[in-house]
């Protein structure tokens, strides 16, 4: 009797199966530290590489390969951030097309006290990832002000964009509508709102923290003016923003709520004769293809690393991670460092969530973690990671922004935020572990 063909096929660790992606990594950071400059080679085609050199290794047929391929391309969290990527590069460029932009900018000079700038780009940008859920729409509405700021005053540009990097992904951590907190919290089986707070203990000292650092950086800032300037905006300009937070805030869908910000936008332009309809689709498909590099950089990770998880690699990642845990302290440590490589390998922070999930859970379970704790935990460092990571979207996004005014190293040294982060959760984890003794079972 024939044995059942049907029968998945197990999957055995392979450090092999991580070439493909040292591949990615090494070309497109090998060739950006060569040049200094991370745009001498666009992404997408480092990921290509990587990408064929698995096609070369891998042994199952080309038509599988390409299979597989497809589906890590076509993975629903891929996806969604794509539309979110075309949405909020739509919303940009027709807020940017109205003047909306401007009026933010001279809103905020005119009354916010250019030596607290700093402070307030992390709070507005951490309030408007918290209310849509995502950092690369928060990153995204807001890099042209911090341009603007930077321009229009003495307020350092690397300092800004640090401060909107970290604010942008202290909301994106704590938001109940972002992917990563929909995946931390579905894995370990635990309420968003438990997951919250228990995460808002260990953001909110990073916070503070940052918050100082950044009212001392501006102590002697100055908008290098001799005589009082008028800025001038029409206030009715910044609706779309407004808008855009208040649906947010309410619990609308963020593609819903980037959608209507995005007509809101298009009627305010039309109504005051910046651009007609047609020119407004054109103006909406520019913001389309400006987030086109991006789009396929995340298409093409997803799609490698589906490559290397159906031949083993992030298994391999899993088990060794597995074999360092003894205690409970060092299994927290183990969860952290497990979605922080993958998150490092795939520059996805939801996707790394989603494939580190089960052996967390498993983690937690043997060892009677507390679940939102673990949530927590696996939430915080892929979007630490995600945020320092030169080729994460959400640096490029800053970068490509900037127009090579700041480098990467200029911004990841004033993200204080998430460096603040990452040490007061490792000190979280050593000295704030379960005290309580349960009978757990011996780590595999």
Known sequence: MKKNMTQTTQIFPKFSALVPLFVFVITFLGVGIYQDDFYALPAPMAVIAGIIVAFIMFKQTINAKIDILLKGCGDDKILTMCLIYLLAGAFAAITNATGSVDAIVNLGLD????QYIYVGIFVIAGFLSVSTGTSVGAIVALAPIVVGFAD?????????????LGGSMFGDNLS????TTIAATQ???????????????????????????????????????????????????????????ILSVIGLNVFVTLLVGVLAAALLGIIYGDFTIIESTKIAYTGFTNMTEIFLLSLLTGGLAALVASNGGIEFILVNIKKLIKSKKTAQLGIAALVSTINMAIANNTVS?????????????????????????LDIFACIFQGLLPYGAQVLMILSFSKGNINYLDLVGNTWYLLLLFVVTILYIIFRSDTKKHAFAKAA
């Open 187 to 245: 894995s370990l089986g635990t309420k968003m709102s438990d997951k919250f707070k228990q995460n808002i203990k260990i953001a909110v000292p990073a916070a503070l923290i940052t918050i100082a650092i950044f009212i001392f950086q501006g102590v002697d800032l100055t908008t290098d003016v001799t005589e009082t300037v008028v800025y001038e905006y029409d206030v009715i300009k910044i609706a779309p923003y407004v808008l855009v937070i």
């Open 353 to 377: 969530i989603i494939v580190a999930g089960p052996i967390a859970k498993t983690i937690n379970d043997e060892y009677a973690l507390d679940n939102k704790k673990t949530a927590s935990i």
């Open 176 to 179: 109940v509508i972002s992917d």
């Open 111 to 114: 009354y916010i006290a250019i």
């Open 152 to 164: 229009k005053s003495s307020a350092d540009l690397a300092i800004l964009c640090g401060a909107l």
